[in-house]
């Protein structure tokens, strides 16, 4: 299987389209002002800047990278999030369950290799994708990020997967080695929350998602959620 090569081409567009239970959206400032119109607050976000790779530089390593477990070159794993994993996903164009590829599954570049303009973690297979798994009982409500793709086509597929793997939906949205588009998703409600989402190139490409952001309701949302599951289940 062939791994990483050479960068790719920018392409742009912006919209918003509802399908299932979610909502997608290629517009960030439209995307963080309907989270918090939803009553989410920001509560992550993962750039990959903890690596230690010199300037445009490529590294490959096992998957997964997971919070606070050294993974060279990340000495502390990732740091800016907590509670998801980010690693490869040998399942291609229909990666309905979690698949990593292990060892040698990702592929870390730093600032200056092949277009990249920060450090960013990739699939190290052109045929594998990316999961950012969020656990189950770790959901989020709306997750966002800067997709990225090399040596690939010009767009990334970007799937959501729910409680339980429940498939959700997905768009196609324009990618580039820089991270200049944006996509977000967010759940239509508190009945649904995002489990796992995944980044897949259907050009064969290296993918991934940099700068990658979570929002959860805030603690109020939370109680006002708990106390009326709770008044459902006296009834």
């Known amino acids: 299987m062939k791994k990483l090569g050479l960068s790719t081409l920018f392409v742009f567009f912006v919209a918003s389209v509802a399908t299932a239970d979610i909502t997608w959206y290629t517009d960030q400032a439209e995307f963080e002002a309907a989270a918090a119109a939803a009553g989410l607050v920001f509560f992550e976000l993962e750039t990959f800047e ?15 990278l997971a919070p606070g477990v050294p993974n060279h070159p990340f000495p502390s794993g990732m740091t800016g999030c907590t509670d998801w ?17 292990g060892v040698n599954g990702l592929a870390a570049a730093s600032v200056g290799f092949m277009g ?4 960013v973690v990739v699939s190290n297979y052109f045929v594998n994708g990316v999961d950012m798994d969020l ?11 800067n997709p990225v793709t090399y040596v690939g086509g010009t767009t990334v597929q970007v799937r959501a997967y729910g409680v339980g793997e429940a498939y959700l939906g997905m ?29 897949f190139d259907p050009g064969n490409g290296a993918e991934g998602g940099d700068n990658i952001q979570t929002w959860i309701p805030e603690p109020a949302s939370l109680a006002l959620l708990a106390l009326g599951g709770l008044l459902i289940r006296r009834r």
């Open 50 to 64: 903890e690596s230690i790779l010199p300037p445009a530089s490529v590294l490959g390593f096992n998957d997964p």
């Open 85 to 101: 994993i980010y690693q490869s996903n040998t399942l291609g164009a229909n990666p309905a369950q979690p698949s990593p590829q």
């Open 116 to 119: 990249a303009t920060s450090d």
């Open 135 to 145: 656990y189950d009982g770790a959901e989020k409500w709306a997750v966002g990020m």
């Open 171 to 199: 768009t196609t949205v324009p990618a580039n080695a820089g991270g200049t588009t944006f996509v977000g998703v967010i759940a239509a409600d508190y009945g649904q929350r995002i489990g796992r989402v995944n980044v």
